[in-house]
């Protein structure tokens, strides 16, 4: 059983930065895949960045690149999203989630565990 818990969300104004942290519980972190997703109001759940576990390779969603980054600390159990030049359509609750072995897609149905997401609003 993993545990997840995101912090670092909050109000923002376009152009600004913002890092997410997600704490996970449990054993064996390393061999993990962990992601984060979004949703915005009205909107299904996407995908904006996942990480492997030993390898360590990154995916990511198009309309975050070069702007959004992925890092992992195996030896303290966290996720961090680190999100640069906000827009107002990276409004939304932003989740941790995890799944054991590698990397299978981007859809959620993939990813096992969530955590119960941090909200993040850039204003324009």
């Known amino acids: 059983q993993v545990h997840l818990i995101e912090s670092g969300g909050g109000l923002v104004q376009a152009g600004g930065s913002l890092k997410l942290s997600c704490a996970a519980s449990?054993?064996?972190?390393?061999?993990?895949?962990m992601a984060w997703f979004r949703q915005a109001p009205g909107k299904e759940r996407e995908f904006v960045f996942a990480?492997?576990?030993?390898?360590?390779?990154?995916y990511y969603a198009e309309s975050v690149k070069g702007r959004f980054a992925i890092s992992r600390d195996n030896a303290e159990n966290r996720l961090f999203l680190q999100m640069n030049s906000l827009k107002p359509d990276d409004t939304g609750v932003y989740y941790c989630?995890?799944?054991?072995?590698?990397?299978?897609?981007?859809?959620?149905?993939?990813?096992?565990?969530w955590g119960q997401g941090t909200q993040v609003t850039v204003s324009a």
């Open positions: 989630a995890a799944r054991f072995g590698a990397y299978k897609g981007s859809d959620p149905a993939t990813f096992e565990y």
């Open positions: 449990g054993r064996a972190f390393n061999r993990f895949t």
């Open positions: 990480v492997s576990g030993n390898t360590a390779r990154t």
